[in-house]
């Protein structure tokens, strides 16, 4: 058995039928949708067309979802349908970064991950979906795909069908007849944040607001106020227009670039110990304690950073306790977890060296075991969140080759940038210095080469680099990453003197939350649906 749906988009009304029926049913809250119809003309005025476009989860074959939860709370049933359970959802919003087709939505009622079930609950009575039984056109079709005497089968048998984005390997239970191509794809047209079929969105705001809306709509050729005006042309001219669109939160904000600047220098500071210890050049025992202190800080930040951002922070612990291996976030948090519980064992080693309580041999002789041990795990933590972002297949931009390469070069940098502002001037603080001046060229190559200059694969992908290097982000990028994050600090080492370390050392920590902030936030905000 095997459930699926099929949308006749050519018989499709537009009458929202499906999505109020849905809400009713489901109990859904205001201001989100587990079914929606999308609305797209095209044409130019007089000659317009509208077309609809019934859009929610596609129960996939291969959810990516599912391989994504770290508690099960999104789980594929033997039937094919998708489901989630609220009550086990810790709120990481990985499932939503994950869906490529934005069917996800956090309830802001529970704070869980909901989405279309395929009404499984009636379904399990033999009643069919509430948005199939409402359809005034039978537009909606559900059942099983496997059985060749079904309705649905039939349907998909007889007709061109198609599936939203089938490049992304996910195998939708969600098929098309008809409809238009603007509709299926949410990137055909552009998005603008003021203008829409029936209306324009003036921002609120004082007379700096102000200012910047009427030099916005002078610009568009908008009036100043009111989207109905009878002016000069055409009063639509646009080929695609979009009637309205929903706009929702970034579910990835702050506090995952902050993890990942924090992550970064902890696991940048054990790594340089690590090195220098391994290569036989021994640092004195207070300035080990402190590389160990710091990791520890940092690793603990990290910890707080990814705690605060669940919707559910109580639950956090059923990511250990009850794990699903696949997702990268449980791999992940048994790697952090290792790697905390390591770096503390080498703290207290060098703590009770430096205080005298064991002796200087044995610390000597346990040292190289205690970070060789470590390193791998200190290598797993700095690059687990490159696999992470691979399996959020939502965002294109975020499944690059290179991302694990360079999440490496970060953390180098970040653990040698902030032993620079520890030890400025001194010859540990020299040593730093130099590798600092190596990491921030070579993460330089690898942002040039893996963001700047490499064609991307697909649209979005290509959108989100766009809003990077030219678009919204572009000042947080050039600005903040490559001059504050990369070339001053250049300047900087090289000038010496302590001040000018301590400089640098901590520009390249704001340029590298500043690239963080853009890479993690701009592919979020291209359009999935």
Known sequence: MNYGFV????????????????????????????????????????NVTRSFQVTRCNHCANPPCVRICPVTAMYQRDDGIVEFDPDMCIGCKACLQACPYDAIYIDPETGSAAKCHY????????????????????????????????????KVAQNTVSVRKPEQGTAPNLFYIGGDDAAMHPTATERTPTT????????????????????????????????????????AEQMVQVVWNAQHKVPWHWPVPAYLVTKAIAAGLFMLAAWRTLIGVSLPDAQLVTLGIWT?????????????????????????TRPQWKSWLVRGAYLLVAFSLLATGWLALEGAALMGWIDGSAAEGLRPWILGAGLPLALGAAAYTAFLFG??????????????????VQ?????????????????????????????????????????????????????????????KYRKIFWLGAIVLGHVLPLVLVLEGGSIMLVLAGLAVLVGLYAYEWAFVTAPQEIPNS
Request: hydrophobic share 45%; charged share 15%.
């Open 196 to 235: 829409f079929a029936w209306a324009d969105v003036l921002p609120v705001g004082g007379d700096g607001a102000s200012a910047r809306s009427h030099k916005r709509h002078s610009e568009q050729g908008l009036p100043e106020a009111g989207p109905i005006h009878i002016g000069k042309g055409r009063m």
């Open 296 to 320: 520890v800080v940092f690793l603990g930040l990290t910890t707080a950073l990814l705690v605060f951002d669940l919707e559910h922070p109580m639950r956090f612990l059923r990511i250990l």
């Open 411 to 471: 953390a180098v940098m970040a653990g040698a940038a902030f032993g620079v502002v520890l030890w400025p001037g001194n010859a540990t603080g020299d040593v730093f210095a130099t590798v600092l001046i190596w990491a921030v060229v070579i993460d330089l190559l690898v942002i040039f080469l893996g963001e700047v200059l490499m064609p991307h694969a697909s649209d979005t992908a290509a959108l989100a680099a766009y809003e990077i290097i030219r678009g």
């Open 7 to 46: 949308i006749d988009n050519d018989s499709c009304i537009g009458c929202h039928a499906c999505s109020t029926a849905c809400k009713s049913e489901n109990s859904v809250p205001l201001g989100v949708n587990r079914t929606w119809v999308k609305s797209v003309e095209t044409g130019a005025y007089p």
């Open 391 to 408: 399996q959020a297949e939502g965002r294109d931009l975020w499944q690059n080759s290179l991302l694990p390469v360079h999440l490496l």
């Open 119 to 154: 009404c499984a609950h009636r379904v399990e009575v033999g009643l069919e979906p509430a948005c199939v039984v409402i359809c005034p056109e039978h537009a909606i079709i559900a059942g099983d795909l496997d059985d060749p005497d079904s309705e649905i089968a039939q």
